[in-house]
T-cell receptor
């Protein structure tokens, strides 16, 4: 069966520091991968998606970036965090139309 | 991208059937309708998905009328543990992107009371 991992589960970072969140998927090949952000009490906002290694599409302009160095690995990064980057970050995978979500990373930027 | 409209919140009592209706007037021919459940500080969990008519699985039923402009998620005999936010999504398949993109609204906050 397929499993999706995200780490860390919780992260507290100072403003201006770099960020690296990692997501890996097991049990499937060539998945579509997604990064979402969820602000408190809000719905999920799609940030990036990838249909293959090295292929990244950005949905929202921001100071975040994403990379896909391996088939089942998706990384969300920032060179300098802003206060507004705080939120709940979720990685998801799909093969066709159904997306399956990871446990999420709670990021607090102070 | 197709958008959805659903009630902001609903209250129910344990053991009752709960129906949450979602409208998606601009649904496209290729779009599927998907429902997710989310508990606080957890990722959304897939509940059910359909294209037309009725779909049933071990946890819910999904009713979709012929015009597909709305859908109703039915949760039979809810319990306290069903208290969560429920999202109705319509997938937008991009022939260029080669993937489905979803717009998440604020969902429906279901509160199940004892």
């Amino acid at each position: 069966s397929q499993t999706i991992h995200q780490w860390p589960a919780t992260l507290v970072q100072p403003v201006g520091s770099p960020l690296s969140l990692e997501c890996t998927v097991e049990g499937t090949s060539n998945p579509n991968l997604y990064w979402y952000r969820q602000a408190a009490g809000r719905g999920l906002q799609l940030l990036f998606y990838s249909v293959g290694i090295g292929q990244i599409s950005s949905e929202v302009p921001q100071n975040l970036s994403a990379s896909r160095p391996q088939d089942r690995q998706f990384i969300l990064s920032s060179k300098k965090l802003l206060l507004s980057d705080s939120g709940f970050y979720l990685c998801a995978w799909s093969v066709v139309e159904t997306q399956y979500f990871g446990p999420g990373t709670r990021l607090l930027v102070l | 991208l197709a958008k959805t409209t659903q009630p902001i919140s609903m209250d129910s009592y344990e053991g009752q059937e709960v129906n949450i209706t979602c409208s998606h007037n601009n649904i496209a021919t290729n779009d599927y309708i998907t429902w997710y459940q989310q508990f606080p500080s957890q990722g959304p969990r897939f509940i059910i998905q359909g294209y037309k008519t009725k779909v049933t699985n071990e946890v819910a039923s999904l009713f979709i009328p012929a015009d597909r402009k709305s859908s109703t998620l039915s949760l039979p005999r809810v319990s306290l543990s069903d208290t969560a936010v429920y999202y109705c999504l319509v997938g937008d398949y991009g022939s260029v992107s080669g993937t489905y993109k979803y717009i998440f609204g604020t969902g429906t906050r279901l509160k199940v009371l004892a």
